[in-house]
């Protein structure tokens, strides 16, 4: 069993930061890929960055030069640290991994149980 915990949502007033943490825990082997994404109300889930296990990196346009993506691979913890927020970021931020479990050979996705990001005007 492989569970991830989200911490660091929140309420912040526009052009300020916020940091997401994501700690996957359990019957881990591997870890291949991490990311975070989030859904906006009325929206469909959206990705915001992504990091492998080699550390690339990948964006949305919309938050480029804003959000940076990063893990600390020995504690299974990724990261999203949030600049120059606007309304806009606000949603629901879900971490997510590409895990390969002890004693099988498949990956498979799990999913944190969300955060909430509120930016204020």
């Known amino acids: 069993q492989v569970q991830l915990v989200e911490s660091g949502g929140g309420l912040v007033q526009a052009g300020g930061s916020l940091r997401l943490s994501c700690a996957a825990s359990?019957?881990?082997?591997?870890?291949?890929?991490m990311g975070w994404y989030r859904q906006a109300p009325g929206k469909q889930r959206e990705v915001v960055a992504t990091?492998?296990?080699?550390?690339?990196?990948n964006y949305a346009d919309s938050v480029k030069g804003r959000f940076t993506i990063s893990s600390d691979n020995d504690k299974n913890t990724f990261y999203l640290q949030m600049n120059s927020l606007q309304p806009e970021d606000t949603a629901v931020y879900y971490c997510?991994?590409?895990?390969?479990?002890?004693?099988?050979?498949?990956?498979?996705?799990?999913w944190g149980q969300g955060t909430q990001v509120t930016v204020s005007s």
């Open positions: 997510s991994a590409q895990v390969v479990p002890q004693h099988t050979v498949l990956a498979r996705n799990y």
């Open positions: 359990g019957s881990i082997f591997r870890i291949n890929a």
């Open positions: 990091i492998t296990s080699g550390k690339s990196t």
